[in-house]
């Protein structure tokens, strides 16, 4: 069993930077493939980025490509979404996920096993 925790959301400008955090609590972390994903009011959930257990490959969604970066530290259970120049289409609430498998189709919900609680991103004009 994993737990997932995120924070670090709030509320910015356009052209802010946040980082969010997301701290895993249970065995085999390093173990996972590490998801981000974000819901907007009155939208789907969709993906942000995600990570491989190593640390070495990533994949973007589109939307956030060039402004976010993912990353993770095995040692310390956390995984991390950087955003940059934020836009108030990125408000959302942000969830991290965990999977045990890797490949494009972890763009999708499904095959991740774990979730956070989500926290929340506004960014005002």
């Known amino acids: 069993q994993l737990q997932l925790v995120e924070s670090g959301g709030g509320a910015v400008q356009t052209g802010d930077s946040l980082r969010l955090s997301c701290a895993a609590s249970?065995?085999?972390?390093?173990?996972?493939?590490m998801g981000w994903f974000r819901q907007a009011p009155g939208k789907e959930r969709e993906f942000v980025a995600v990570?491989?257990?190593?640390?070495?490959?990533?994949l973007y969604a589109d939307s956030v490509k060039g402004r976010v970066a993912i990353s993770r530290d095995n040692a310390k259970n956390m995984v991390y979404l950087q955003m940059n120049s934020l836009q108030p289409e990125d408000t959302a609430v942000y969830y991290c996920?965990?999977?045990?498998?890797?490949?494009?189709?972890?763009?999708?919900?499904?095959?991740?096993?774990?979730w956070g609680q989500g926290t929340q991103v506004t960014v005002s004009s």
């Open positions: 249970g065995p085999t972390f390093s173990g996972y493939a």
């Open positions: 990570i491989k257990w190593s640390g070495t490959t990533t």
């Open positions: 996920a965990a999977a045990t498998i890797w490949g494009v189709i972890l763009q999708s919900e499904g095959p991740y096993n774990y």
